[in-house]
């Protein structure tokens, strides 16, 4: 049956007043493709496999009708342990799904934790050691608690959902989800989500899924239609960082994310950028996960206009105002691709995604238009032309070019190698990436 709104599919479904008190207060109004076909069945008991976009409204999805599943039915037995597991590849996954399930069980008594690695184990062992209804977990550190007998108890488990179930595959876990599954009650509901069921996600989901209802709404190749995707060609990295200035400084850029290859880039883009005044912070895994919260919260509040990461945020990374991913490195295969600029353009609202695309990066690139099945569009902005003939340089020689006073490029003199000079020199950096007003006017 369609749902034209989410107080209708609550009335029909007869969702417990308390959810549709909390659906009400957070603002939800119509509800997403997903949510209209998933919730409906997931209440009715089914097991589901589901793909959709990113930003489609997953955790809405699974997690309204987990708490359905709670509230209108008392525990199977009593004891300790939750009654729900939350499986999720990544600590900042694993966060923002607890913020969505504090949100929606705002007006209901329901208890809930979250296990993660990168924070201390004493904490953890409190929680597990007593009953509790929703347990959101990473599959290592949940691992390492299981690794002790009787520490995690999993004998009232109702419900068992996997979540990014292919990032956590493409992140070596399948031993460890197979290992927690074995561990659960067989009389389980099982949900999996999943940006593809293709490959080994289908193998996985039929292994624990037990006739389930099948919700394919989008494939990993589909184009992102709300995005606005395109490519600049660069010479080198002294003119990548010219022309990340520029597109920092576009008139539409609100937040961005900057993709890089590895930490130690990540780390010395942010610093080269603060040296300009544009209010950044970098996020990858060599951060303790203290200042990687820290840092995401200031990304949400506002206070950061741009954030440098490694692929660790390539996944379940959910911020309201981002309006621009930018590659500063490629990414190593297509699917990275799509799930990079899936941080921006999520929920109706449009993005630009812009890839920094080097000589030596023609094979990359060339393996993300198969992927998309698309040819992402050239562009050239006046003053940042590449000076190489690009062919995107094949046989992986180094590009040569000549100086030129036209240009608004960084000097090539050992002074400027590792600095911003000639980022624009009559552009006045605006107010908005200066310390102390972060949010700027627009």
Aim: aromatic share 6%; hydrophobic share 40%.
């Amino acid at each position: 049956m369609p749902y034209s709104t989410f107080e209708s599919m609550c009335a029909h479904l007869n969702v417990h007043p308390k959810l549709q008190q909390a659906i009400k207060a957070l603002g939800y109004k119509i509800p997403t493709e997903i949510q209209k076909l998933a919730i409906p069945e997931v209440i009715n008991g089914k097991d589901l496999m589901a793909s959709a976009e990113t930003g489609a409204g997953k955790t809405v999805a699974f997690g309204l009708p987990a708490l359905q599943r709670l509230i209108s039915n008392p525990p199977i037995r009593e004891g300790r342990g939750p009654r729900v597991l939350i499986l999720t590849p990544t600590r900042e996954l694993a966060s923002q799904i607890t913020d969505s399930i504090a949100a929606l069980s705002k007006f209901a008594n329901f208890r809930f934790g979250i296990i993660t690695g990168g924070v201390a184990y004493h904490g953890q062992e409190r929680l597990l050691a007593g009953p509790f209804d929703v347990l959101i977990a990473t599959p290592g550190r949940l691992m390492d608690h299981m690794s002790y007998r009787n520490r995690v108890d999993f004998s009232r488990l109702e419900m068992f959902i996997l979540d990014e179930a292919d990032r956590m595959l493409d992140m070596g876990f399948k031993k460890d989800i197979e290992h927690i599954a074995s561990a659960l009650p067989t009389k389980r509901q099982t949900l999996l989500f999943s940006a593809t069921l293709e490959g080994e996600v289908e193998v996985v989901a039929r292994k624990f899924l037990k006739d389930p209802v099948c919700l394919q709404l989008a494939s990993s190749t589909k184009k992102h239609t709300l995005i606005s995707q395109r490519v600049h060609l660069v010479d080198n990295w002294n003119h990548k960082r010219a022309l990340l200035s520029h597109i920092l400084e576009e008139a539409d850029m609100w937040q961005a994310i900057v993709f890089t290859a590895t930490k130690r880039g990540a780390d010395d883009l942010v610093e080269e950028l603060s040296s300009q005044g544009v209010v950044c912070a970098a996020l990858h895994g060599d951060m303790k996960q203290s200042k990687r919260s820290r840092t995401l919260e200031q990304m949400h509040r506002g206070r950061l206009r741009v954030l440098v990461a490694t692929d660790v945020a390539a996944r379940g990374l959910d911020v309201k105002k981002l309006t621009h991913v930018v590659n500063f490195d490629l990414p190593r295969t297509g699917e990275d691709y799509v799930h990079r600029i899936g941080r921006t353009g999520r929920c109706g609202e449009k993005g630009t995604a812009i890839s920094l695309v080097g000589p030596k990066d023609g094979a990359l690139l060339a393996q993300i238009e198969r992927f998309t099945a698309q040819k992402l569009e050239r562009q050239v902005i006046p003053g940042f032309e590449p000076r190489t003939a690009f062919n995107l340089n094949p046989a992986g020689a180094r590009p040569k070019s000549k100086a030129s006073p036209s240009r608004r490029r960084p000097s090539q003199s050992n002074n400027s190698e590792r600095s911003f000079h000639g980022f624009g020199r009559s552009a006045k950096k605006p107010p908005s990436f200066r310390e102390g007003d972060a949010r700027g006017k627009r």
